[in-house]
């Protein structure tokens, strides 16, 4: 028979917005000692805006805005937005789809328009398609160091500029960090493929001591093995598609539902139906008083 305790914890976390798809879920959860938060679109609102424009000699700054644009209308990436609403707010008008996109998850975004390969992205995608990163990386360093992340944009092989996109954090992620601590969580950690000085900034604004930068979605699996190899209970909080792999993976996934993808939502034990962040330690600090009254 199911424990009472634990059917009165579903029923009171589901009128808080908090889904849970289980008993044995709130079970683990009592036991989370480690918490893993993607930044884009967890700590960060993953509203992202376009901040800054780099134009490369000879390359006028809707020139740079106009080629990413044309790329990133075949992206489905939460970086695309920023860019496309800044084409369309210049009046720069951008066709519906480039003729051929490939996405290189974790880098970037390579398209054909009319015949030119246009790739925006990090450096690693630069060094694919052979462009010289010197330029790119003056661009990458100056936009890093305000906190920005990053948008180098290649055409045919040769960087002409880069764009900055910044995105806010969301007011209650300090006081999520705090309360995940006093909920009895030993460390917090930031997973993220954007860079480590862009991850370093948002980590010290909200009071996470490890960042964990430069991650491709591979790599996130292997953070999460490790510290279960080591002997912790894992939660894994995340919004993207490209975050499924990695909620199904910890011990606990727990999706923000709200504003994310149904991807993440379906994959993830435990699903938030509201983006406030305080439902994470409640979640688990539910769990916890749960598992007491059932002992
Ligand atoms: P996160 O782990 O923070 O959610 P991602 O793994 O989705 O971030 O992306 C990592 C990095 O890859 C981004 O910070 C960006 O530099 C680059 N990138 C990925 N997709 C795109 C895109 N469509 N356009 C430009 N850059 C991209
Ligand atoms: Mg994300």
């Known amino acids: 028979s199911v424990p009472v305790a634990l059917v009165a914890g579903i029923g009171r976390a589901a009128r808080d917005g908090i889904l849970i798809k289980g008993g044995e879920f709130l079970e683990t959860a009592a036991k989370i000692d480690v918490v893993a938060l993607d930044k884009t679109g967890t700590i960060t609102r993953g509203e992202p805006r376009l901040t800054a424009i780099k134009a490369g000699a000879g390359f006028p700054e809707d020139e740079v805005l106009r080629w990413a644009a044309l790329a990133e209308a075949g992206s489905e990436h939460p970086l695309a937005i920023p860019v496309l609403d800044a084409a369309r707010e210049r009046g720069i ?138 002997g912790h209970t894992v939660a894994m909080v995340g919004d993207g598609v490209n975050d499924a792999p990695a909620l199904a993976l910890a011990d606990v996934g727990i999706a923000m ?34 598992a007491h009254v059932m002992r």
């Open 93 to 230: 008008t951008v066709p519906a789809i480039p003729d051929h996109v490939r996405s290189v998850p974790g880098h970037g975004v390579v398209a054909m328009v009319g015949g030119r390969e246009v790739a925006v992205g990090n450096l690693a995608l630069m060094r694919e398609v052979g462009a010289d990163v010197d330029y790119g990386q003056f661009a990458v360093d100056e936009l890093s160091a305000a906190g920005q992340t990053p948008l180098v944009v290649a055409l045919d092989g040769e960087v002409i500029g880069a764009l900055g996109v910044a995105d806010t954090i969301r007011d209650d992620a300090a006081e999520l960090v705090a309360s995940l601590h006093a909920a009895g969580v030993k460390r917090v950690l930031m997973l993220t493929g954007d860079n480590q000085r862009v991850a370093d900034s948002v980590a010290a604004q909200v009071g996470i001591d490890d960042a964990r930068a430069s991650l491709l979605p591979e790599d996130k699996l292997d953070v999460i093995r490790e510290l279960q190899a080591d």
């Open 257 to 290: 539902g709200a504003a994310g993808s149904p991807v993440a939502v379906e994959t993830a034990d435990i699903a938030l139906m509201t983006s406030r962040l305080s439902r994470i330690p409640d979640a688990i600090s539910l769990a916890k008083r749960t």
